[in-house]
Structure formats: C-alpha cells, structure tokens
C-alpha cells in the first residue's frame, strides 16, 4: 500500500505521467529538396551535362558485362548468344598464364606503390624546404614538364635511349662493365624500366596536390618548432608529414584500389615476347585475347573478375584506414 501511495503522489513519476519532450515540427523530404532546387538552380542545371555524360558512357555499357557470362556471338547479339555461366572464369584460373599476369600485375604495382606512390611525397617535402623561388620554380617547371609530353612520344624516347647505343644502356654498361643490347629485350630490367620512367614521368604533376596540402599547414607550427631548436629534418618528420597524413591516406586508398590493374597502354608499346615473362599483365593479356584473338567474352570475364578484385581491395584499404586513422572517403 505504501508503495502505491508513493507512486500516486504528485511529485513522482510514472511510465504515464513522464513528462514527453517536445517535437520538432517534421518537414517532408520532397519539400526541403523541391525549395533547394528551386534556389540552386543554375547549380543542378550545370550538373545535368555532367550526369548524362556518366549515365550515357559510365553506366550504360555496363549490362554489358553480360557477355563474360555467355558465348558472344556478334552476329547473334547478347540475347541470342548462348549462356555458358562461369565457364571463362575456369578457364582463366586454369590457364597456362593465369599465374604469370597476376604476378607481373601485383608486382609492378607494387613497384609503383614502393617507389612511385612516395618519390612525390618526397620531391614535395624537399621543394617546401626551397626558400629560393626562382630556384623553386623552376625545379617545379622541370619535373611538370614530363606530365604533358604524349605518352607514345614518352615510350619511343624510351626505346631510344634503351636501345643498343642508347644513354641508358651506355651507362649501364660504363657501370656494370658488361656488354647489353637493347635493354628492353632483356625481361630482368622491364619492371625498372617501366616504374622509373613513369615516376619520371609524372612525379612532377602528383606532388601538386601535397605542395597544396602544405600550404594549408599553420606556420606558428614550425615558428614554435624552431624556438625549441628542432632541425629541418625532424620538422618534416613530426610536422610536415603527419599535417599532409590525410591526404596521403586517401591517395592510397586509391593506389591501392588499383593494385590489380596496370596502364596497358605503356606496356603494349613497350613490351615484346622476349619479356612477357614480367612485362605481360591482365591489362595486356586482355588486349591480345579480346582484340587480336577476338575472345570477346573470355577477355570480358577476366576484365570483370579484375574489377571485382579492385574493388575489394578499395573497400578493405578503406575500411582498415578509416578504423585507424578516422580518414577514409566513405
């Protein structure tokens, strides 16, 4: 009885008389995006090209990955093309060169990440350590001016000066004392040939993006750092570098959402039958099986299966970046 007198008083609280918050008057979605519209027109008119463009050439094509899973014919079209299922997957995992591309796929990106994922970190800490402009600018000039060069002019400079009486080659004889022809027919120097080139290629272009991130970095940092005696060295190693982390953990994010997949262009025109054995990837294989030998749905199956793969990696690097770091692009 005394706990129900208790519960009936007027300064006790019950599931029935707990005071309820009050509600927030709830506006419809549909209303709130039809007043945004409405305000940002012009924006949303800019972005239509924008949409159709990736609607049209990005999305659309896409049921045609169709094709790995049939026997296409192109005079019988996708729908009369007989289904086989997975059959071009099998047959790729139980191909002669099913371990051969994956390997020089996996390594040469490797390659990249090791050397050419931080040969721009690197260029960019020491151009931000340049207090000299001129000289500043001009070393930015010099390493730029590779980007904009065609990429077909790019491999026929590399066959010139790989070729028997090429600089390269010369210098590596001078150093080693030994006797080469044309190193490209050589399949031991491919993948340091491929990877130097392309960060000499565009170690000038990606080291844009860190020399930005630096700018943003407030310079009572370093103001602070040197009224304490700390060196250039160790501003970089405590300031610098963990100020640009973000950005360097998005790109990586990215560069190892790539791993599986290599620029076949540049390998095409470089590589010949002496160096398949570290030259030929899943980008190429799928060029000769799909153009030369038109296997059009084998070519496809393997394309598919190499996407899928980026795509885990991207999810995986992502998730694990974002557990340790809170940056992550989703």
Known sequence: MESIQELQQPGSQT?????????KPKFKRSALIRKDVKKNWFAYLLAVPVLAWFIIFC????????IAFKDFKPLLGF???????????????????FWRVVKNTLLLNVWGIVFGFTAPIILALLLNEIRDGRFKKTVQTI????????LVVVCGMIHIFTADEGVVTQ????????????????????RAIYTFSGIWQSIGWESIIYLAAMSTIDPALYEAAEMDGIGRLRKMWHITLPQISPVITILFIFAIGGLMSSGYEKIILLYN???????DVIASYVYRRG?????LSYSTAVGLLSAVVNFGLLWATNKMAKRHSDVSLW
């Open 273 to 279: 039958p002496l160096t398949y054995d570290t030259a």
């Open 143 to 150: 390493t730029y001016m590779p980007h904009f060069i065609s």
């Open 79 to 97: 729908a009369q093309s007989d289904w086989v299922g997975f059959k071009h997957f099998i047959d790729f995992f139980q191909g002669p060169y």
């Open 171 to 190: 210098l590596l004889q001078l150093i080693t004392g030994k006797d080469y022809t044309s190193l490209l027919g050589y399949s031991d120097f491919f």
């Open 59 to 66: 999305y659309g094509p896409m049921w045609g990955v169709l």
């Open 15 to 23: 599931a029935a008389t707990k005071p309820t918050r009050p509600t």
């Open 291 to 295: 153009l030369r030998e038109a296997s």
